[in-house]
C-alpha cells in the first residue's frame, strides 16, 4: 500500500506559477510510476502528466506541455508537480496517482490515489 498526500494548492492570478507536492509513505515510492490528474468543476478527471519510476522519463497532456514540469525525489518519497505561465481554465482539483505498472495516462491503471488539493486560477 502507497499513502498520497498532496500539498501545495491555492489562488493564484493568471500568469502565475504553483508547485504542488505529492508526499508519499508505505511501501517504496521508488518502484511506482506517478502520475497528476485534475479535475475542473462540472468536468470529468483528465490526466495532466506522469513519470516513470526512476524520473528518467516523463509524458504531459497537450494542454499542459511547455508550462508545467512534473518531477520525483524518491530520497524524500515524494513527486512534485511545478505549473508555470497558469490559465483560468487550469483551475481544477489535483491530484496525485500512482501505480506498479509503467506510465500510462488512463486512470483506471492507477490504483492509488491522493485526496486532491484545489488550485484556482483567477483572470
Known amino acids: 500500500q502507497v499513502q498520497l498526500v498532496e500539498s501545495g494548492g491555492g489562488l493564484v492570478q493568471a500568469g502565475g506559477s504553483l508547485r504542488l507536492s505529492c508526499a508519499a509513505s508505505?511501501?517504496?515510492?521508488?518502484?511506482?510510476?506517478m502520475a497528476w490528474f485534475r479535475q475542473a468543476p462540472g468536468k470529468e478527471r483528465e490526466f495532466v502528466a506522469t513519470?516513470?519510476?526512476?524520473?528518467?522519463?516523463?509524458f504531459y497532456a497537450d494542454s499542459v506541455k511547455g508550462r508545467f514540469t512534473i518531477s520525483r525525489d524518491n530520497a524524500k518519497n515524494t513527486g512534485n508537480l511545478q505549473m508555470s505561465s497558469l490559465k483560468p481554465e487550469d483551475t481544477a482539483v489535483y491530484y496525485c496517482?500512482?501505480?506498479?505498472?509503467?506510465?500510462?495516462?488512463?486512470?483506471?491503471?492507477?490504483?492509488?490515489w491522493g485526496q486532491g488539493t484545489q488550485v484556482t486560477v483567477s483572470s
Open positions: 513519470i516513470n519510476y526512476s524520473g528518467s522519463s516523463t
Open positions: 496517482a500512482a501505480t506498479e505498472r509503467g506510465m500510462s495516462t488512463l486512470q483506471f491503471t492507477y490504483n492509488f
Open positions: 508505505g511501501r517504496t515510492f521508488s518502484s511506482y510510476t
